[in-house]
């Protein structure tokens, strides 16, 4: 459960499972591809992986559908105000999560990101016992993680990290996901394997680099005219700014173009106006969707216009698009070979994927 990081750490959770010996069931909000599917069920007695949403449950249940489990692990990789149309404030949402933790038993486990603040004040409340982890550099507060990860210099396409756990070096891992928070993700993960169903530590560490991913969460759906062209369900300011982070690791050399579909309840308002202004600082060229939803009113709805102004005033070559067309005809004019594409939404974006692979195929 988290703002951030849910899919991803579900899916690798299962998959570390997996390749540990267990077989596990899984329900998950998107298609891990080495699953195939986002639902199945396990082997008899297995451990059930689950996805835990925050968002509500049904138009008539407005209430967390997590409040509808009843977990024995639970991993909190994040907690940041989200989801406005259900929570209209930061003392709602923390709430939900409060009543997650609450339904954990005494005998149950919560493995904790302690760079959270929110995250920290929340495990307090736990009766279970609680395991953190974190990375070098993170702010962990009077917290000192248990689990904890140092990550080293991105390279060849994969994210290396160094593995401590209790104070020991436990090995280095390799990781084929990029960026800081996908260290997180698999430092939570191995984290549970091991305390939360007694997975050997070595065997899941290095299942870790066969992990095959999530379909839209930074992936690569093709390389066209020599341009790497990525899909991701980035939404949130936070998502934003780690996935573009991330994606410069992995190609510190090109240009690294954004394309951005405010289209969620949230994305779609002005809350986050100057947190995109800052998520978009890693992008060399940043274009803005038109945002959509007629009901929101005009002095509450996103200034696309506003936040490439001031992008551009931070040197990024940022434009606020009229149409989908736009976006698509922006990002040929800007792409060049050895350059990296990345499109965000948590919707279909106009289907906008096809075009530009084909589009970018005749810079070839």
Known sequence: AGTHGKTTTTSLLAFLLREAGVDPGLLVGGIPKDFGVSYRLGGEGAPFVLEGDEYDSAFFEKKPKFWRYRPSRVILTSCEHDHVDIYPDEASYLAAFEGLIERIPDDGLLVAWAGDPHVRALAKSARCEVRFYGLEGDDCGDVSPIWYGAPAKAGSGVQPFDLYGGGTFLGRVTSPMPGRHNVR?????????????GCDVATVMNAVSRFGGVKRRQELLGVAGGVFVY???????????????????????????AAFEPRSATASRRMHQDGYVEAFGPADVALLAPVGRPEIAAEEKLDTAAIADALVAREVDAKACASIDEVVEQIVKHARPGDAVVLMSNG?????????LAELVTLG
Request: net charge negative; glycine share 8%.
């Open 185 to 197: 993700n698999a430092l939570a993960a191995i984290a549970l394997a091991a305390e939360g169903a």
């Open 348 to 356: 279909a974006f106009g289907g906008i994927y096809d075009r530009v």
């Open 231 to 257: 899909e991701d369900f980035a939404h949130h300011p936070t998502a934003v700014l780690e996935t573009l982070r991330a994606l410069r690791s992995f190609h510190p050399d090109g240009k690294l173009i």
